[in-house]
């Protein structure tokens, strides 16, 4: 099936420093892919959506500077928080658009906990 | 976007059978019906998806009545494992967002 990493799967930062996030596609290319924060027993809350070779269309509430997305290839996708602060701690997962003709929705990555010191 | 209301939690003793069900008034044509369950500090995992009438696979069914403003997912026997927290989502496949709704916590108790 299809399968999406994330990498790190955790990271500590100090507050100020810049993160990145890795999203992949695995064995398929994904044109879509889109990004969901989520609070300690919360929803996910998306975040952006991201389209291979174009700008990210962000929610209402969502920094674009603050979240910078990148969607450089079919196959990955990535997510930095600039200039990380404390309230930026919390639990990111990507996922991506299936393969043509697949029954999911959309298949999630395992997720990145970050925590912001 | 159609939006989706769901029990905030249930609790069910293990072997037992076990339903859950979304509200979706405003459900589109070419909408789908998907479940995701999650695990914590985990990424959300599918489990089923469905259309209209009766899915079932090998861990879940899916109950959809014919005006689909609503759907039912089934965990038959449950254990301990399958505490986590289910979220019913609408939308069309592909490349769409999706909207997370507050999800159920199912806990399993021995």
């Known amino acids: 099936g299809a399968v999406v990493s994330q990498h790190p799967s955790r990271v500590i930062c100090k507050s100020g420093t810049s993160v990145k996030i890795e999203c992949r596609s695995l064995d398929f290319q994904a044109t879509t892919m889109f990004w969901y924060r989520q609070f300690p027993k919360k929803s996910l809350m998306l975040m952006a959506t991201?389209?291979?070779?174009?700008?990210?269309?962000?929610e209402q509430g969502v920094e674009k500077d603050k979240f910078l997305i990148n969607h450089a290839s079919l196959t990955l996708s990535t997510l930095t928080v600039t200039s990380a602060h404390p309230e930026d701690s919390s639990f990111y997962i990507c996922?991506?658009?299936?393969?043509?003709?697949?029954?999911?929705?959309?298949?999630f990555g395992p997720g990145t906990r970050l925590l912001v010191l | 976007l159609a939006k989706t209301t769901q029990p905030i939690s249930m609790d069910s003793y293990e072997g037992q059978e076990v339903n859950i069900t979304c509200s979706h008034n405003n459900i589109a044509t070419n909408d789908y019906i998907t479940w995701y369950q999650q695990f914590p500090s985990q990424g959300p995992r599918f489990i089923i998806q469905?259309?209209?009438t009766k899915v079932t696979n090998e861990v879940a069914s899916l109950f959809i009545p014919a005006d689909r403003k609503s759907s039912t997912l089934s965990l038959p026997r449950v254990s301990l494992s399958d505490t986590a927290v289910y979220y019913c989502l609408v939308g069309q496949t592909g490349a769409n967002n999706l909207f997370f709704g507050t999800g159920t916590r199912l806990t399993v108790i021995p």
């Open positions: 996922s991506a658009s299936g393969p043509s003709g697949s029954r999911e929705t959309q298949y």
């Open positions: 469905g259309y209209k």
């Open positions: 991201s389209n291979e070779g174009s700008k990210a269309t962000y």
